[in-house]
């Protein structure tokens, strides 16, 4: 009797689970009509020249980090133009652009609008000649060489398809031009300055961010769970006692201390953290004096890190603690010089709904424009949009890589040996004009299946 019980709530399980399987598979399927589908890219190719000089323009003018002054306000010129409510100076530069369109879900679609100081060598006849000052107070080139001039034209881009296509979709479409992702301070930022208190701006049930990457124009991520890390940034300054170089016994040395940190922080990976996950603590800068023959009184580090959870992150920055306080013990420094250790900067893991994500690639085969589909993609880089969402409940979020150069760059390349024509942060990095026109339709078509009415 009991083996009877047994099997027959074991086939009432697998029935169950047969019916939610089917259930869920249904729910993933896109059903978006074709005559949507075509109307949309006939929409996106009629505006393409537009969206095209917009690109040019914002490349051409790049701004840094929490300075996108300019870059918002072409964002803010170009949403107002077509009836969006606008928000503005969000996290210093922020701008958010809303499109209320009767019942339906809230849509959130973002872009990056900073730019890198890196002085272009593409030779475009658009190219960045920009030099600043940046908020450190030093002069130095900048130009957009990530891409995210593009994927901020991404972002007009669809905002101009959704408003000429209102009849077509219903629901509420959220834009968001993020500043400073390079810090990985710029969606923070926008959330302390109220994204969703102070300025009422929609919680989103679907969240999606586009980035460029130097693929052929027709390639598209689109991986579910991981597909990056999570990352932060900690300066760490060691404070000693200045002195000439050839008496150090007067001396404190923060320089010698640094050092030791430098070999000693790589333990922290090695001896602190889990092999199963994933964590990265690269060291990008060494600050230390000006003078052959004097002993600083500062030492300066910062440090990168990158990890698969917040718990890894956390035993990260207990090892980082624990190994830089102990060095400063051994060379006796006083308790009121002990080092100074900050973080700045954070950016969730990247984890892409598997439920979105089929969803997209459902309706990403109803299209010719998407050729080259990569379902199986990881990355130990990092990035802070899903800090637009993170603690928020049952959001649905994708962060999706788009190629875009030419075929012919990169069959090129190819030919000459070269994995990839150029990379992100090189200073030959740019897209194609036919990558601006193909990352707008990919927006759009994500944007029209999730808010079809």
Not at 31 to 51: C, G, Q, R
Not at 284 to 299: F, H, L, M, R
Request: hydrophobic fraction near 40%.
């Amino acid at each position: 009797m009991k083996t009877t019980i047994k099997r027959n709530w074991l086939i009432g399980m697998m029935i169950i689970l047969m019916i939610f399987s089917a259930f869920t598979g249904m729910a993933q399927e896109s059903t978006l009509p074709k005559s949507v589908i075509d109307k949309m890219e006939k929409v996106v190719d009629a505006n393409a020249e537009y969206v095209q000089d917009i690109y040019k323009d914002i490349h051409e003018f790049a701004e840094l980090p929490f300075m996108e002054f300019r870059t918002a306000g072409v964002v803010e010129r170009e949403l107002k133009s077509l009836g969006f409510e606008v928000y503005t100076e969000i996290g210093i530069t922020g701008v958010v652009g809303i499109l209320r369109n009767g019942d339906g879900p809230v849509l959130m679609y973002r872009g990056d609008m900073d730019a890198l100081s890196i002085k272009e060598e593409t030779g475009l006849p658009y190219a960045s000649k920009q030099v600043v000052t940046n908020r450190e107070g030093e002069e130095v080139p900048v130009s957009h060489m990530c891409g995210h001039d593009a994927n901020t034209t991404f972002l007009i881009g669809l905002a101009h398809t959704m408003a000429e296509m209102k009849n077509d979709w219903s629901g509420t479409l959220v834009l968001v031009a993020q500043p400073a992702e390079e810090l990985v301070q710029g969606a923070q930022a926008m959330i302390d300055n109220g994204l969703y208190t102070k300025h009422n701006v929609p919680k989103p049930d679907y969240f999606l961010a586009q980035h460029t990457g130097p693929l052929p124009v027709g390639s598209m991520t689109a991986s579910a769970g991981r597909i990056m890390t999570g990352t932060t940034h900690m300066d760490v300054t060691f404070h000693g006692i200045g002195g000439h170089g050839s008496s150090p016994h007067h001396a404190k040395d923060p320089v010698v201390m640094a050092g030791m940190a430098i070999v000693q922080l790589q333990t922290v990976v090695s001896r602190y953290t889990d092999p199963n996950e994933v964590a990265v603590l690269t060291i990008g800068s060494v600050q230390a004096g000006k003078d052959y023959n004097v002993i600083p009184t500062e030492a300066h580090l910062k440090l990168k890190l990158h990890f698969s959870n917040e718990e890894t992150m956390n035993k990260m920055i207990k090892g980082i603690h624990d190994i830089v306080n102990s060095i400063a013990l051994a060379n006796d420094v006083s308790e009121e010089m002990m080092p100074t250790i900050t973080q700045s900067g954070f950016g969730p893991a990247v984890y892409n709904d598997k439920d979105f994500i089929s969803r997209i690639r459902s309706v990403t085969e109803k299209v010719d424009f998407v050729n080259n589909r990569i379902d199986d993609f990881v990355s130990s880089g990092s990035e802070d949009a899903f800090a637009l969402i993170n603690g928020l409940d049952d959001v649905k979020g994708a962060y999706l890589f788009l190629g875009g150069v030419t075929a012919e760059e990169f069959a090129q390349a190819q030919k000459e040996g070269k994995e990839f024509p150029f990379f992100v942060h090189e200073p030959y990095y740019h897209v194609s004009m036919e990558g601006i026109t193909f990352g707008t339709k990919t927006a759009a078509l994500i944007a029209l299946d999730i808010l079809q009415k």
